[in-house]
């Protein structure tokens, strides 16, 4: 493709964002960029919430991975749908109830303060490591087709890319975050879509019905895997679906913060619900365009690239039709900024409240220019984190996202069942401690369990044994006494 289009399209694509986001931040008080004034419509949060989970990890690495292990990623969707369902059940409620503007505040209130300062620590090293992995990939793949042309180095496109996202999300903050991941949903869904259309037109395929009989002939399209030791076993992936997407969405403040802007729990779990509903059909989407690929790469004797991350992004920009290119790099671009704008918001509400206390500590006067440096801050953090992940990365990235969301979010998982499910009190010193040895155990147990658990391979399930070893230490260092809240107080 021409570095020029390619600079065009995205030059366009930005014009778009500034001007939305000119539009939702003026009139702006403190409290509309953390929680959009409460006024979000529903289907607007639902829609926007599809990008926001994808990102652009969902839109290269999911097509690549498809030569590798099949559609055994579809097992790991369909558990998300027993995940949501919690969330918009159990969660959600108890959020709207509490009238939250930081889901950890719930933290504090159950179990103290230690607790709490344990929860929003590890939303953002997990947020922060995650999301910078995710504009990662994209800015390897702009470096690739575009700054590569012009000697720029990959730092640089880094520093471009982090700074843009900073500048439309600044002022605005949440507010603007749901209208312009409304559009990038919008951009990524119909380069998929299109994505699909014009390969199979090239392979030959003739309407639905056909698409639909040559993606379930190849082998690759094998769904559901029964192997127990297999770290791609169903019932493994199942299970991790639902608690990965309990984690990273239930509990996680970037997701949450976009359901809290609705009017209220009605709307909220009716965006829940819609959403869920789509994102199986869309993810369902990314692995048929995986088997297209595959097969355009076997029709036109195509070289497979080293790392199937690579597939996506060398087939739209060197071998199809420049038309095609255009709409690979809208939907990239797309699904990586709705992910990585919303994400700097929710980091700089969670250290603002969680760790400045920014509302009991600071007048009104101080409170916006603090929470701008901090939004700046984050910023730069990003800008580092991606840079370090080029240099020791070397697998696929949707793997490394969810081997990072395992150990990162299990502390979480086990802090919020803990809290749920038991009135028990903890001693809230040892939260931290209990936190930090829970992941160290089960990596140890994850390395080893092959030669101790008579060939069991851990797969992304190592979230629920992390979880499990947190649940079982504050349960030691607990005693009867009833503290805060339990499920249904």
């Known amino acids: 493709m021409d570095s020029n289009l390619i600079l065009l399209v995205i030059t366009s694509y930005f014009l778009l964002l500034f001007i939305i986001s000119y539009f939702t931040s003026r009139k702006v008080s403190q409290e509309t960029f953390f929680t959009g004034d409460r006024q979000s419509p529903w289907f607007l949060v639902a829609f926007g919430m599809i990008g926001a989970s994808l990102s652009g990890v969902t839109f290269i690495s999911v097509p690549g991975e498809v030569g590798g292990s099949n559609f055994y990623y579809f097992q790991v969707v369909l558990g998300y749908t027993v995940g949501y369902l919690t969330i918009a059940k159990v969660l959600l409620p108890l959020y709207y109830r509490m009238n939250l503007v930081s889901i950890y505040a719930y933290l504090e209130d159950r179990f103290g303060f230690w607790s709490y300062k344990t929860g929003a620590f590890f939303f953002i090293l997990s947020r ?33 890319t982090v700074s843009l ?22 951009f990524m869904l119909l380069a ?55 984690v990273m969405t239930g509990l996680d403040q970037d997701m949450m913060q976009k359901n809290l802007t609705c009017r209220n729990i009605g709307d909220a779990q009716k965006n829940m619900f819609w959403f869920t509903i789509i994102l199986v059909f869309v993810n369902l989407c990314f692995l048929v365009l995986g088997v297209l690929l595959y097969q355009y790469c076997e029709v036109n004797q195509i070289s497979l690239p080293a790392r199937t991350d690579d597939l996506y992004p060398m087939l739209a920009t060197e071998h199809f039709s420049v038309f095609a290119g255009t709409v690979f790099v809208l939907g990239i671009i797309a699904a990586a900024y709705s992910s990585a704008d919303s994400t700097l918001t929710a980091l700089t509400t969670s250290f603002c409240f969680d760790f400045l206390e920014i509302e009991r500590k600071y007048p009104k006067e101080r409170q916006q220019s603090i929470r701008k440096k901090v939004h700046l801050a984050f910023t730069g953090i990003m800008f580092f984190v991606i840079l370090l992940f080029r240099w020791i990365n070397d697998q696929s990235v949707i793997n490394t996202v969810f081997v990072i969301a395992g150990y990162t979010y299990g502390p979480l998982l086990g802090l919020y069942s803990f809290g749920l499910f038991t009135k028990r009190a903890v001693k809230d010193k040892m939260v931290p401690w209990i936190a930090a040895m829970a992941p160290l155990i089960a990596y ?46």
């Open 128 to 160: 922060t490591l995650g999301s910078s992995i995710r504009v990662f990939l994209v800015a390897g793949v702009l470096q690739l087709i575009l700054f590569d042309d012009w000697g720029i180095p990959f730092w640089v496109s880094v520093l471009i």
């Open 165 to 186: 996202i900073w500048l439309y999300t600044h002022r605005g903050g949440i507010k603007t975050v749901v209208w312009t991941d409304t559009l990038q949903t919008l």
């Open 192 to 246: 998929v879509g299109t994505s699909i259309y014009l390969v199979g037109k090239d392979l030959g395929i003739a309407g639905a019905g056909d698409l639909v009989g040559r993606v379930m002939a190849d082998s690759r399209s094998e769904i559901f895997n029964w192997d127990w030791q297999a770290g791609t076993n169903f019932f493994k992936q199942f299970a991790s679906g639902a608690f990965i997407t309990i």
């Open 444 to 489: 140890v147990i994850s390395l080893n369990s092959k030669k101790w658990l008579w060939g069991y391979e851990f797969g992304f399930e190592v979230l629920i044994l992390n979880g499990g070893l947190m649940f079982l230490g504050l349960m030691i260092f607990s005693n009867k006494q009833e503290t805060g809240r339990a499920l249904g107080d």
